[in-house]
């Protein structure tokens, strides 16, 4: 089925955007990883949210899952690998699935990881961050795997499965070498080992890499006043598009990035 909205990241952002979109009875599929899971379920308490006092942070996204599930949003585990505006449409990689939505709210929050040395220059020539879309051409040859995705081993477990020839190795400080394709890698102790392909399976991917083409500004989003991106169909909202990083601005631009990505369908 196609999707009116398509939600990527289910914080506060996320959430008000599938809200938004339920209250004009529209479809909307919000993907993310474990939403408790996030850095702002750790706070214990939280004084800055008008109308909400004393809130911890775990309760409050837990009233937000259970409003935006109760008005009938669709929610599924999992990670966008790739968002590609396609005529009237923009087309969402997930997992091995593809889906299919009228517009794209980018809700990701602040990306954490920062791309590895030969990441960006290798992507699409050895570096992949799908194992079970990529893995098949893989069969019998020497590759890579490093994350910190929650699925990660059974990602791994597939890939060997398959006759890949594995080798796990830690992410943080790791190097991918070659010149117009992926040779090896050099691990953070200095150690190289030759592969045909790197498999990064983190539990999130940067804005930038899910959205070709997608344009920042200081390292963020950069959004107009519709919360729309210089991308078609696609608008963000939160900390993604930059400072304040507040809860109370993730909340209104959620509303307001899923106002107009529908208004304008």
Same mark, same amino acid.
């Given at each position: ?6 939600? *990527? ?19 909307? $599929?919000?993907?993310?990883?474990? =939403?408790?899971?996030? =850095? ?33 949003? %669709? ?22 699935? *593809? ?42 040859? =020497?590759? *890579? ?31 991918? $070498? ?6 090896? *890698? ?7 080992? =030759? ?59 959620? %509303? ?6 529908? $208004?304008?369908?």
């Amino acid at each position: 089925m196609k999707y009116d909205l398509l939600v *990527v990241g289910a914080g506060p952002a996320g959430l008000t955007a599938a809200i938004q979109a339920r209250a004009r009875d529209k479809s909307v $599929l919000v993907v993310s990883n474990e =939403p408790t899971a996030s =850095p702002l379920c750790k706070a214990p308490q939280m004084d800055n949210y008008p109308g909400i006092p004393h809130i911890s942070g775990l309760d409050l996204v837990e009233r937000l899952l259970a409003q935006a599930k109760e008005m009938g949003a %669709q929610l599924r585990l999992g990670r966008v690998l790739s968002l590609i505006p396609l005529g009237e449409s923009v087309m969402a990689s997930i997992g091995d699935q *593809v889906e299919e939505a009228g517009a794209a709210v980018l809700a990701t929050g602040v990306a954490r990881a920062t791309p590895l040395k030969g990441e960006e220059k290798l992507l699409g020539r050895g570096v992949s961050y799908c194992a079970t879309c990529d893995g098949m051409f893989y069969r019998d040859r =020497p590759i *890579v795997v490093a994350g910190d995705a929650p699925d990660l081993e059974e990602e791994t477990e597939y890939l060997r499965s398959i006759g890949c020839l594995v080798t796990s190795v830690r992410l943080p400080g790791l190097e991918i $070498l070659g010149d117009t394709q992926v040779t090896g *890698v050099r691990t953070a102790a200095g150690a190289e080992i =030759p592969c045909d392909g790197v498999f990064l399976l983190r539990a999130s991917i940067a804005p930038a890499q899910l959205a070709p083409g997608l344009e920042l500004e200081h390292g963020y989003i950069k959004v107009d006043g519709r919360m729309a991106t210089n991308l078609p169909r696609i608008y963000a909202a939160g900390d993604c598009t930059g400072q304040p990083l507040q809860l109370a601005k993730a909340v209104g631009q959620g %509303q307001t990035a899923a106002h107009y990505a529908l $208004l304008e369908q």
